[in-house]
């Protein structure tokens, strides 16, 4: 499997290859120059419930929810930072699909650019291909699933997973970072390029497949 997701590798895919790379050897010198151990004591200073609320909310409103989960790794700790960074992410989940539900037309014009890319297909494929989707916002990933008419079920079974997926390596970089070394750096390296990976080869498959088989449910856009 390993040689076929190699060979399916765009050159695209290498220059973005090779820029995490670039990344994690930047990040072994500049992470030498940082009191890491100065930004732990503070955070462990911080209020709790605060933190939880601030990591919940601000991910709905575009801020990126990557650093939220290693700020989560860096105040929780991994296992706790992953159990409330899971239930952050199903109330996001939950309150982006209500949100929309209640107001459509004032999501409908923030999320029309994903909206724009995204195929006619049926719930389970859109939503798979929708999580998959390079460079997709999470925010506009969450909000943009309900609005084209994807019920509950299938945006939580789907959403949730991969979102959860996605935030171990933050959480746990945030948590590891007071005690980071180069092979732990060139681990998470290895981990976010393996992620990467194979969510690309994933979605060129979903994408190959959906091409190949027509619609079933009508134009998702039309439903909910």
């Given amino acids: 499997m390993l040689v076929s997701l190699l060979r399916r590798i765009t050159p695209t895919g290498w220059v973005w290859i090779a820029c995490a790379v670039l990344a994690c050897i930047a990040m ?6 940082i009191d890491v151990q100065a930004i732990h004591d503070y955070s462990q200073r911080m209020n709790g419930p605060a933190v939880f609320v ?14 939220l989960h290693v700020a989560a790794g860096v105040r929780f700790g991994t296992g ?4 409330l960074t899971t239930v952050s992410i199903l109330i996001q989940l939950l309150a ?3 949100l929309v539900k209640m107001a459509p037309d004032f999501f409908a014009r923030r999320v029309e650019p994903l909206r724009r890319r ?18 997709a916002p999470y925010f506009a990933q969450n909000y943009v699933l309900p609005l084209v008419g994807v019920p509950l079920g299938t945006y939580l079974l789907w959403s949730f997973p991969l979102h959860v997926i996605r935030s171990i390596v933050g ?3 945030g948590h590891e970072s ?8 060139i681990g998470f390296g290895i981990y976010a390029v393996a992620i ?8 060129r498959r979903l994408r190959t497949k959906m091409k190949d088989q027509p619609a079933t449910a009508g134009d998702p856009r039309q439903s909910g």
């Fill in 28 to 33: 072994i010198f500049y992470y030498r120059s």
């Fill in 80 to 83: 706790l930072g992953l159990v």
């Fill in 196 to 203: 990467t990976v194979t969510c690309a080869w994933s979605f």
């Fill in 178 to 185: 007071a005690d980071l070394t180069p092979a732990k750096l």
């Fill in 96 to 98: 982006s699909y209500a």
């Fill in 54 to 67: 601030v990591m919940t909310v601000l991910p709905m409103f575009g801020f990126p929810v990557s650093v």
């Fill in 171 to 173: 959480v746990i970089f």
């Fill in 118 to 135: 995204l195929p006619e297909a049926s719930h389970v494929p859109l939503t798979q291909f929708t999580m998959l989707l390079p460079g």
